[in-house]
């Protein structure tokens, strides 16, 4: 899938032209691999006329968390950034799906690798946004021989973009493999997450997902789920590690994501997970997430932040 370019970004205090949003090949960030990301999505509800953008208290809470960690001062308050956002898509103007990129990176054009005494600027943009994984109902995923990268190393629970050089490993090995997707460890051998996913198995009638501290990120699709299950299903998750081999024989198997949605996976390693088809929690779970992230859930309209009723710029 392309993505198509922008036509504006939030770039150095205001919104401007994507073709001005531009930086120096020196820049910190670059070279190093210093800047932090979000990835938001908004959701186009047609009857309602409406963007809403998905949860963005918690995924900018989880950014200023990932700047925490690496000695960034943002400028902006977490709301500030929220009201931009809101301020991009309307210039934007988009009827449609979105996807939206906040990202915090040192832009010094210096030599010397630190996190100290470094200058951050902040930047949007955001793109129009579809399917992330194809075969998004029935994915065949492998494990890759890659390790996840560990809390002491680079911490997994944070966006920071150099750790995302992990998640390209895993990626392209696993498709040029054939596979759709791959599940990756632990160094300790616990199955971690996806590329860019989590993971989550239904085992004797149980929904189970790795726990934060088996190096996942804070995923804010699998809070979404672990809710949803808890709150409308009724169902009890339980976060615990997850042993390699328990994949092969769980009854369902599924991945979650700002980009993947949820995403049934149906075959691991060309063995067959439960009977082949994407089990009936997980189609259950994909039906409440796509009617929640587009706000037809009346009891979580509070994850749904609409975009053009504080109208400042006319929906096109
Ligand atoms: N793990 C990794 C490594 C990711 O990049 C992502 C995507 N942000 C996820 C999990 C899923 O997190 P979220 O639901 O917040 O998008």
Known sequence: MKTPIPNYAYFRGKIVPYSEAKIGVMSHALNYGTAVFGGIRGYWNESEEELFIFRPTDHFKRLF??????????????QELIDLTVELLQTEGYRQDVYVRPMAYFSDQ??????????????????????????????????SSWRRVDDNMIPARTKVAGAYVNTAFIKTDAVRAGFDEALVLSAD?????GSAENIFMMRDGLLITPPITDNILEGITRKTIIELAEQDLGMKVVQRSVDRTEVFICEELFMTGTAAAVTAITKVDHRVVGDGKMGPVTTKLRKLYDDAVRGKLKHHRDWNYPVY??????AK
Not at 189 to 193: R, T, V
């Open 65 to 78: 968390n990932s700047a925490k960690l690496m000695v960034m001062d943002l400028g902006h308050t977490q």
């Open 110 to 143: 210096i030599i010397g690798v630190k996190l100290h005494d470094l200058q951050t600027e902040v930047t949007i943009f955001s793109v129009p946004f579809d399917k992330y994984v194809d075969n998004d109902t029935g994915a065949h995923v492998t494990f």
């Open 189 to 193: 051998g616990h199955i971690s997450e």
């Open 309 to 314: 009723e504080k109208m400042m710029v006319k």
